[in-house]
């Protein structure tokens, strides 16, 4: 029973932090987070966004030799990866959103690949603790290709203005 309730708390306050953190574990990102219930799609893009940007900040870490530095970056990645699948509830396609209809479509694929995605830096962040650079870096490559299929499958290509 005590276990149970440490394990709620923990949760609420991860949930909390989730919702009240400015910048989602990186640097510089936008402070406006989206109502992910009264606009998926705007909390979909932020999330995405925010995923993309740890991405890049976890490779310029890795490029500048702070391995273990890149620990928080690998592990917002895998935590927003759980929520992807939540965040493509049937038709929610707008003017704006780059998601294909092949997510829907192909619903057990897609969900498989947001899986590896957080695998993949969830393993990260343990490969990154152990400060082996040589070893992030193939680790961060199963996370970028993670990233890449789903994008290569599932995303429209971004419109040229």
Request: hydrophobic share 45%; aromatic share 4%; proline share 2%.
């Amino acid at each position: 029973m005590r276990k149970m309730v440490l394990l709620h708390l923990v949760v609420a306050i991860l949930l909390a932090g989730l919702r009240g953190s400015h910048g989602l574990a990186h640097e510089g990102h936008s402070a406006r987070l989206p109502d992910e219930q009264a606009d998926v799609i705007g909390f979909r893009t932020y999330l995405m966004a925010n995923i993309g940007d740890n991405a890049k900040e976890l490779n310029d870490k890795l490029k500048a030799g702070a391995v273990a530095a890149a620990k928080v970056n690998a592990q917002a990645i895998a935590l927003h990866a759980t929520r992807i699948p939540a965040l493509f509830p049937a038709g929610s396609v707008s003017g704006t959103s780059r998601a294909k209809e092949e997510i829907w479509q192909q619903w057990d694929d897609f969900v498989k690949i947001s899986r590896l995605l957080q695998d993949e830096a969830s393993q990260l962040g343990v490969t990154v603790a152990n400060g082996s650079a040589e070893a992030a870096s193939a680790q961060a490559r199963k996370v970028f290709a993670a990233c890449k299929s789903c994008h290569d499958q599932f995303r429209k290509p971004e419109e040229k203005q």
